[in-house]
């Protein structure tokens, strides 16, 4: 059983475009992270969500929107895609904030 | 601020070769430290953790121990193997802000046979 799953592990489109991403866990945590992994494998914390609420939002566009319909779940919306957009997008849960985090294979989008 | 810094890569060894990679860092209080590997084209897998200072986490012939003097959680391995090529990150759980891990920028160890 995956514990942490993402769909889709590979996303091209063109720029302009709007995407989904999405993230499920059925490890019971409460907590869920998104993050970004650069092309340098930099990774930056954007979103997270501890049991359906948003606590942290760094300096992200706001073409990205997360949304969290249940604690299990938590998705990435991007509007307008844009070429620096393009990047590895990694889905985390914890059971809570500050214990350690379980990763999702990833998600690489490519925007052309 | 809080931060991770770890030692450049790549790191290229040699199989059987003693294997160390260098993290220390900046943290507000004594938070638990992690060591994260990515394998090429995966996620990040939890390698080993320490909770609290000289704490030491092992797994898989890995080692590291949580030395609070030297804000320092170094990776050792005693005999490397092909497999062990990947990207190794040193991070910290930021517990004032949602506990979102800060990482240090990855060092990626190749292997040669």
């Known amino acids: 059983d995956t514990a942490v799953s993402q769909t889709p592990k590979y996303l091209v489109t063109q720029m302009g475009n709007d995407k989904s991403i999405k993230c499920e866990q059925n490890l019971g945590h409460d907590t869920m992270y998104w993050y970004k992994q650069d092309s340098k494998k930099f990774l930056k914390i954007m979103f997270s969500y501890n049991n359906k609420e948003l606590i942290i939002n760094e300096t992200v566009p706001n073409r990205f929107s997360p949304k969290s319909p249940d604690k299990a779940h938590l998705n990435l919306h991007i509007n307008s895609l844009e070429l620096g957009d393009s990047a590895v997008y990694f889905c985390a849960s914890s059971q809570v904030k500050g214990s350690e985090q379980f990763f999702g294979p990833g998600t690489r989008l490519t925007v052309l | ?113």
């Open chain 2, 1 to 113: 601020g809080n931060s991770v810094t770890q030692m450049e890569g790549p790191v290229t060894l040699s199989e059987e070769a003693f294997l160390t990679i260098n993290c220390t860092y900046t943290a507000t209080g004594y938070p638990s430290l992690f060591w994260y590997v990515q394998y090429p084209g995966e996620g990040l897998q939890l390698l080993l953790k320490a909770t609290k200072a000289d704490d030491k986490g092992s797994n898989k012939g890995f080692e590291a121990t949580y030395r609070k003097e030297t804000t320092s959680f170094h990776l050792e391995k005693g005999s490397v193997q092909v497999s062990d090529s990947a990207v190794y990150f040193c991070a910290f759980p930021y517990y004032n802000q949602g506990g979102k891990l800060i990482f240090g920028q990855g060092t990626e160890l190749s292997v040669k046979p």
